[in-house]
């Protein structure tokens, strides 16, 4: 009954090539975010979707792109990775978009590109 | 734009002992605050929050006060166990409950 769940959990694969991230949430939360963490445990939001609307995107390049066919999934595709692209991605959802609203974790993604 | 600024790790203490881990933060507006802890191979969860200024949040033991005029969110425990021994983030909450998050802190607490 895992809260927020992401796979796969680990990710290794070749520059260039084109991959995705599922996340799926059965908190009945309105809200879900993407989250990038680097090799020195830097975190930083990357999208944020509410009901399946975008509603945050920060300097990310378009190479990422979220997808949420419904508000209880937010997936991220990768075209053309880069070895920059190595590092944890977060998955979280929280119940709403107020900013009194915690938010939940999933395991993460650990990307490696060789 | 919003920043948080805490103190650098790795903290090492022994078991029993106190601790403080300091957060700072820059905010416009009225941001919630939050500690979240990650353990080893795990995504974060939340530790504890207080959303308006003088609230004190708390959570197995630890505990942070929201702090407006030094602008401040600091964690302390009083007595850490081993099983602390996470990294720690802290964070604000600012428009569409965006967070924030400090670089975090390695807490590691010995025998």
């Known amino acids: 009954d895992t809260a927020v769940s992401q796979t796969p959990k680990y990710l290794v694969t070749q520059m260039g090539n084109d991959k995705s991230i599922k996340c799926e949430q059965n908190l009945g939360h309105d809200t879900m975010y993407w989250y990038k963490q680097d090799s020195k445990k830097f975190l930083k939001i990357m999208f944020s979707y509410n009901n399946k609307e975008l509603i945050i995107n920060e300097t990310v390049p378009n190479r990422f792109s979220p997808k949420s066919p419904d508000k209880a999934h937010l997936n991220l595709h990768i075209n053309s990775l880069e070895l920059g692209d190595s590092a944890v991605y977060f998955c979280?959802?929280?119940?709403?978009?107020?900013?009194?609203?915690?938010?939940?974790f999933g395991d993460g993604t650990r990307l490696s590109i060789l | 734009g919003n920043s948080v600024t805490q103190m650098e790790g790795p903290v090492t203490l022994s078991e029993e002992a106190f601790l403080t881990i300091n957060c700072t933060y820059t905010?416009?507006?009225?941001?919630?605050l939050f500690w979240y802890v990650q353990y080893p191979g795990e995504g974060l969860q939340l530790l504890l929050k207080?959303?308006?200024?003088?609230d004190k949040g708390s959570n197995k033991g630890f505990e942070a006060t929201y702090r407006k005029e030094t602008t401040s969110f600091h964690l302390e425990k009083g007595s850490v166990q081993v099983s602390d021994s996470a990294v720690y983030f802290c964070?604000?909450?600012?428009?569409?409950?965006?967070?924030?998050f400090g670089t975090g802190t390695r807490l590691q607490v010995t025998l």
């Open positions: 905010a416009t507006g009225y941001p919630s």
């Open positions: 979280a959802s929280s119940p709403g978009s107020g900013n009194n609203q915690p938010q939940h």
């Open positions: 964070a604000l909450a600012g428009t569409a409950s965006k967070l924030t």
């Open positions: 207080a959303t308006k200024a003088d």
